[in-house]
């Protein structure tokens, strides 16, 4: 069988809210064996994003400029 793709795009930066550290491992442990998981941290990618590429997208925002300066 093959593995689906997934593309987590995400900060690895501590976030404003919600860290990604503790859940990228969370996601890590889920998807492991099952998935192949994608990493990255540039949101443009999403602009050139291959569709038939991936099965799945992952998106973990947590910055300003990207959830409209929700406070």
Known sequence: ???????????????????????AKELEKI??????LTLTNDYENLSILDTHQYDA????ADRKSLTGGIQ
């Open 1 to 23: 069988m093959d593995k689906k793709n997934i593309l987590r795009i995400g900060d690895d930066n501590a976030g404003a809210w919600h860290p990604l550290g503790p859940v």
């Open 31 to 36: 998807l492991d064996g099952e998935f192949r």
């Open 57 to 60: 997208c992952i998106s973990y």
